[in-house]
């Protein structure tokens, strides 16, 4: 059982950046890959972001790709994402997400955390 705890979500003008932690707990955390997905209201959940084991491999989603970053730190248990020039259509609760296989897709994934919600402003 991995337990996943979000933080650094809030309010944001467009144009700003803001920075999403995971932190982990339970099973080793290097053992997983990590993901970023989100959710805006009354739409279905999107993949932003997976980063591999090792921290070497990443992926994007199309929208955010050249925007975000996503990184880890074993040595804190903890997966970052790095969100600059936030647009109001990245508004959304954010979710980390844990998984066994490099996939992009929720079912994928077996361990999520309760979401921060992200709210950019025009």
């Known amino acids: 059982q991995v337990q996943l705890l979000e933080s650094g979500g809030g309010l944001v003008q467009a144009g700003g950046s803001l920075r999403l932690s995971c932190a982990a707990s339970?099973?080793?955390?290097?053992?997983?890959?990590m993901g970023w997905f989100r959710q805006a209201p009354g739409m279905e959940r999107e993949f932003v972001a997976a980063i591999n084991r090792s921290g070497r491999s990443t992926r994007y989603g199309d929208s955010v790709k050249d925007r975000f970053i996503i990184s880890r730190v074993d040595a804190k248990n903890t997966v970052y994402l790095q969100m600059n020039s936030l647009k109001p259509e990245d508004t959304a609760v954010y979710y980390c997400?844990?998984?066994?296989?490099?996939?992009?897709?929720?079912?994928?994934?077996?361990?999520w955390g309760q979401g921060t919600q992200v709210t950019v402003s025009s």
């Open positions: 339970g099973r080793t955390f290097s053992n997983y890959v």
């Open positions: 997400a844990a998984a066994n296989v490099w996939l992009s897709t929720t079912s994928a994934y077996d361990y």
